[in-house]
């Protein structure tokens, strides 16, 4: 067996990292190979990971974009609500409708006694009776002399119902168009 020289100084710390025998070589190519494939994973693990968050980034944005218009549209329809339920507004749509104030009220005990006088409501000239406004084939159906044109709706004024005669007064109603902002 042949020794190998011994080395002093510089010579023997790069004798150290050289290799020592040639059967070392071949037990560190799958530890490289193992090295350089984790590191290639991890990448391409980084890669997807980024790509996956940009993505929920765009959706984030999309969605909050579709939250400020429903925030937009809900304040606007609010503002409609409050329009509409505002005392002014109540007040005229029921004098549209031929609503009248009503009288002072009575109430009844749970015993059966009437506390305070009722006294009815103003009755309202015929001058104001209101027109209902129906649709054509409903005009037509009630006067069939009558042949309303499709694009104006028939009007035809309801007289007021009077308790006295002792039949419950039915007065149809019609669907009201309303519209909405941003729709």
Known sequence: ?????????????????LPAAPGNQAARTPFV????????GGLIGLLVLNSALSEGSFQLDD???DTKSLTDEQ???????????????LQRRARELGMV???????????????GVPSAAALQSA????????????????????????STPAAVAIPPAHPASGAPAATPTAPVPTTTPGR
């Open 101 to 115: 104030p009503g009288g002072d009220p009575a109430f009844l005990d749970s015993d059966g006694t009437v506390k």
């Open 33 to 40: 190979l193992l090295v350089v494939l984790l590191l290639g």
């Open 127 to 150: 001058a104001r009776v209101p027109l209902v406004l129906r649709p054509p084939e409903a005009a037509a159906r009630a006067t069939p002399s009558a042949t309303p044109s499709a």
């Open 1 to 17: 067996m042949s020794r190998r020289p011994e080395l002093k100084g510089r010579a023997a710390r790069l004798a150290r990292l």
């Open 63 to 65: 969605l909050q974009k």
């Open 75 to 89: 304040q606007a329809l609010q503002h409609d609500i409050d329009a509409y339920s505002a005392p002014q507004a």
